[in-house]
């Protein structure tokens, strides 16, 4: 699967790569775009919780859901750079049920607007393996995929702090 993603890619001179040699990136802001136009792959969960501190709920999502996580969005992009205090949560889990639980026990209600937390299921399981780090004890998911969620979904001010997490994680 990864030998013929590569080489659709190279094909489309996004990137350049020999067998057993790292995949060398021409540009890496026209590889993103091409990303960026590929349909969604996930399925969304949106909730309200009672929250004051963002970053304080998402450690109780952390150990209620035991780890099986990863935080992105503006959320996880103020954990590598403060630039600004996220008003929601965007978290990838293995399965929206358990998190529904958990969001629940919270004191948690199902949102269809103004939601502050919102579970994202990926088709691809290894988004929560895949580029994830922990920062201030708080697993998220690959810069790559903080970048990219937090500008989809980000509004405003959030973009802006997509674009300086851009700059100053990403380097382009």
Known sequence: YTSRILTRLARADLIAYARNTPVEVADPAELFEAWQ?????????????????AE??????????????????????????????????????????????????????????????????????????IGTRTLRGLRTVSPTQIYRDALQ???GREREAANQFRREILKW
Do not use: K
């Open 37 to 53: 136009s590929m349909p969604t792959r996930t399925v969304e969960s949106p909730w309200f919780v009672p929250m004051s501190d």
């Open 56 to 129: 304080a709920v998402a450690h109780r999502l952390e150990d209620a859901l035991e780890g099986q996580v990863g935080f992105t969005g503006t959320l996880a992009a103020s954990l590598l750079t403060r630039h600004l205090e996220p008003e929601r949560i965007d978290v990838y889990v293995d399965g929206v049920s358990r998190a529904a639980d958990v969001a629940t026990e919270l004191g948690g209600e199902r949102a269809t607007r103004g939601a502050n937390l919102v579970f994202l299921v990926h088709r691809d399981p290894g988004i929560l393996t």
């Open 153 to 155: 979904r980000g509004r």
